[in-house]
């Protein structure tokens, strides 16, 4: 488990970086089109050093594909609506109780009563800092794409979940799985907002290529963190990206935050530390 909570902490810190690139980014659908492809070219050489992916490997690769699609489009229509302080709370935070949801019904994980508090005090804190936002423009729609992206992060953490643990060699569905999410974003993008995305791709390539790697490291650590550890608790500890997010979003990104807003962070710290405890 330390190994997996190293990682988790890792992908954390850099996921609460990348998300941050996206929301800076003057075109952010464009921005999350190139996070997909570049990502998928930077692992390409890789491919020849790990066994190709079989049986039900595919069928999880298929899927996450398709639901990391629609992530991508509820992710970009959360950062349009509302405050990154107030959507990506929500969205992280929901995530992990759909996950917990069906890592018990369909994983079949146990979960311990103090195990349970913590995913309950981080999810709870991360959803009231976002709620703390509801007044402000565009929050409500924010939300609502935010909640919906919650649930594509429950869904696509179950499958990869599920996937990195079916092969042999754990990289083989990392580094294939940025294969076939670069895909499945190349596929749908220019058919969900035109040929503008591409202008607009083209135009931010350098910083594309920066938060692809950063996007490598970040779920490529998670992935390895879920082969190791209970895939509900890990999800849960995922979340602490919330608090880098925070502090980033007042620093790069100019946003404010009130003592209940920091108040309901300490919550997803205290819930944090319940995970670990024995």
């Known amino acids: ?70 992530y991508e489009l509820l992710l970009v229509k959360s950062y349009e609506s509302a405050d990154f302080s107030a959507v990506y709370p929500v969205a992280r935070g929901t995530g992990p109780l759909f996950t917990a949801l069906g890592a018990a019904v369909l994983l079949h994980e146990p979960m311990r009563a103090l195990e349970l508090l913590g995913i309950v005090m981080v999810c709870g804190g991360v959803i009231a800092i976002g709620v703390s936002h509801r007044g402000s423009a565009g929050a409500r729609a924010g939300l609502l794409y935010a909640l919906g992206t919650g649930v594509t992060i429950g869904c696509y953490t179950l499958i990869d979940a599920s996937g990195v643990r079916s092969v042999a060699t754990p990289f083989t569905y990392v580094l294939w799985f940025f294969v076939a999410h670069g895909a499945a974003v190349l596929a749908t993008a220019p058919g969900i907002r035109g040929r503008a995305v591409m202008v607009a791709a083209r135009k931010q390539w350098r910083l594309g290529i920066v938060a692809a790697a950063l996007s490598i490291v970040s779920y490529g650590a998670a992935m390895l963190a879920y082969r190791t550890g209970a895939t509900a608790q890990i999800a849960a500890l995922r979340e602490t990206s919330v608090l880098f997010g925070t502090a980033l979003a007042m620093s790069v990104l100019g946003e404010r935050m009130s003592p209940r807003r920091w108040a309901a962070a300490a919550v997803i710290a205290a819930g944090a530390i319940m995970l670990q405890a024995d």
Do not use: W
């Open 1 to 70: 488990m330390t190994v997996a909570l190293a990682l988790i902490l890792v992908s954390a810190v850099v996921h609460a970086v990348v998300n941050v690139l996206t929301k800076a980014a003057e075109d952010k659908y464009a921005m999350r089109l190139l996070i997909g492809v570049c990502s998928s070219v930077l692992v390409a050489p890789a491919l020849f050093f790990v066994p190709l992916p079989e049986g039900r490997a595919l069928a999880f690769l298929a899927a996450t594909a398709l639901v990391h699609a629609v």
